[in-house]
């Protein structure tokens, strides 16, 4: 099933911090963030396990949080280059031998 | 460098023809896959492979066939029976498709297909 991600998209001027957000159903064993700028290809950031566990990417950092089923991205001091289509990706368990994309966040940064 | 490449960048199908969309990739990765993209939506997986000479069905395999007689290559047919085949196609490779081992996909830089 399909995670469900938040917002569909969102507008920030340069240094201000964002939250997107991948929900599922179902129960997770790991979340995958890719960010794509348009036309290019899905760039990977980070992948987190259950577990409860934090991971951090310059001034990119994600939490999941395996009882409610979801995970956050943060993004703090956008910067211009951070612009782009965020995606999370989900494995339901530990068999699961393919990521389920969500529809993807766009974030626009403005100077 | 290693990576993972797509040709041709650009493809135009004509009513009735099958076409193929090559992917390449020099990272020595056992698992590839394919996906297709629709504008503002997000990816969704057509075929993979786990290893060579294998490959499962995807969310969307009807009216796509694919093969894997080599580790490196996993080309994807787009057949005529494909009747809405216009869209963005990301090939992708991870060291294994394994979720133990939970490695990231690389992407090629797609190809964008169009019908005449």
């Not at chain 1, 409860?52 to 280059?81: P, V």
């Amino acid at each position: 099933q399909q995670p469900v991600q938040s917002p569909q998209a969102v507008i920030l001027r340069e240094g201000e911090d964002a939250v997107i957000n991948c929900s599922s159903s179902k129960a997770l064993y790991s979340v995958h963030w890719y960010r794509q700028k348009h036309g290019e290809a899905p760039v990977f950031l980070m992948i987190l396990l259950k577990g409860g566990e934090q991971k951090g990417h310059e001034k990119i950092s994600a939490s999941f949080n395996e009882k409610k089923q979801q995970s956050s991205l943060y993004l703090t001091a956008s910067q211009l280059s951070y612009s782009g289509t965020y995606f999370c990706g989900t494995r339901g368990d530990s068999s699961a031998s393919k990521i389920i994309f969500g529809s993807g966040t766009r974030l626009s940064i403005r100077p | 460098d290693g990576g993972i490449t797509q040709s041709p960048k650009y493809l135009f199908r004509k009513e009735g023809q099958n076409v193929t969309l090559s992917c390449e990739q020099n990272l020595n990765h056992d698992a590839m896959y394919w996906y297709r993209q629709d504008p503002g939506q997000g990816l969704r997986l057509i075929y993979y492979s786990q290893i060579v000479n294998d490959f499962q069905k995807g969310d969307i395999a009807e009216g796509y066939s694919v093969s894997r007689e080599k580790k490196e290559s996993f080309p994807l047919t787009v057949t005529s029976a494909q009747k809405n085949p216009t869209a963005f196609y990301l090939c992708a490779s991870s060291i294994s498709s394994s979720a133990a081992e939970n490695q990231p996909q690389h992407f090629g830089d797609g190809t964008r297909l169009s019908i005449l």
